[in-house]
Every structure is written in structure tokens, then in C-alpha cells.
């Protein structure tokens, strides 16, 4: 299955950027698991938003580096939102590996 790299399609915060790392650092992958109805670009809306559950300055992009598109439409569809080199924040404590 194709990975649709969207990191210059989503809209990022008008300020903020990420952090970056040696994408050859990473020890581990975690997984999240959305049981919302929101879609990928709800999502990245959300977090670059103000005052959103993570930052009340809003995050700099989409804090996943990947998604799962669910519905008929997108059923499946993997996302690539951020580099690898990307320190999204995401796992309070694991966002520096």
C-alpha cells in the first residue's frame, strides 16, 4: 500500500515548527489508537488550534507522523504527516526518541 506524504499539504501553525532529531536516534514506534469521528485534516486543525489538550499555543503540525484514514471513501489509506526527524509531541516523556 502507497503512504500519501501530506507534511506540505496540511496546514501548519502560522509560528511554530518542530524540534529535529537524527531520524537514525529512533529506538521505538508508538501506536495510538482515535476512536473519534474526525478526519486527518480535522485532527491537524485541532492541534495547531489554541488552547487544544496538548499545547495552548497550538501545535506545530499534525503531532502523529502517521494516520490511518478510516470511512468509504479513504478506508485504510496510511498518511505521512511529519519527517521522522520531526520531535512531534505527542507521548508525554518519548517525544525526544
Known sequence: MEIKNLINILPWHQKR???MRDANSIKKIIIHQELSDGTIEEV???????DNHISAKGCPHFCYHYGIRGGKEHDGQI????ELSHITWHTK???SI
Request: charged share 5%; glycine share 18%; net charge positive.
Open 17 to 19: 515548527r518542530w524540534s
Open 44 to 50: 491537524n486543525g485541532y492541534h495547531i488550534g489554541l
Open 79 to 82: 498518511i505521512q504527516a511529519n
Open 93 to 95: 516523556g518519548q517525544n
